[in-house]
């Protein structure tokens, strides 16, 4: 059985992306075991300084998880056209380790446009050598309107992430 960690960009209660990973928890089924990362603000500051060993606990923590994993789901909201400055904290924590190397990852952009977020976060993890794929790779705008607590309420949305998530799970 494959193993799948979420990870959320956005440290909100009731973030939207929190409600995109739970909806893709419930497509997942029984096809994996998904372990959520709790949040990225559990990481302290990204500080080149306290990269060595042995790491931050928490950051020790995070690794693991990652380590242990065959595959991540990352959901994303964007901030002032990027990546949440959390989010990318916690991928910088991962590049001396090289934790996401050979990893494929899902990638859920889902905010009100996305565009600039996905695009860097692809560069990102492109460069510490993730896998992402095009076909696991999907951009939701408004996302506000089409996810609530039963899930995935937009028909098209639906099915472009079932999609993604059967080619994600197909590279596991
Ligand atoms: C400070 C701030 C900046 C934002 N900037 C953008 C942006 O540049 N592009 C965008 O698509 N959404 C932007 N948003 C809106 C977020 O996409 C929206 O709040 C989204 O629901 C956040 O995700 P979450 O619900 O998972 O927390 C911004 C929100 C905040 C709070």
Request: proline share 6%; with cysteine.
């Amino acid at each position: 059985m494959p193993r799948i960690l979420t990870i959320n960009g956005s440290t909100r209660a009731s973030s939207t992306n929190g409600l995109v990973i739970q909806a893709i928890t419930a497509l997942i089924g029984d096809r994996a075991v998904v372990t959520s990362y709790r949040s990225v603000a559990d990481l302290p500051h990204f500080d080149p300084d306290k990269d060595v060993l042995p790491a931050p606990a928490s950051v020790a923590h995070f690794r693991e998880l990652l380590q242990v994993a065959d595959g991540i789901l990352i959901c994303t909201p964007e901030y002032a056209m990027g990546v949440p400055g959390s989010l990318k904290n916690a991928l910088d924590w991962t590049v001396s380790t090289a934790d996401l190397r050979m990893k494929p990852v899902m990638l859920v952009t889902a905010s009100l446009s996305g565009e600039k977020a996905q695009a860097s976060l692809l560069g990102t993890l492109r460069v510490i050598e993730a896998i992402v794929p095009d076909e696991t790779t999907v951009l939701v705008p408004f996302a506000r309107t089409k996810v609530d607590m039963d899930g995935i309420t937009d028909a098209a949305t639906r099915s472009e992430i079932q999609r993604a998530l059967d080619a994600f799970l197909a590279a596991l």
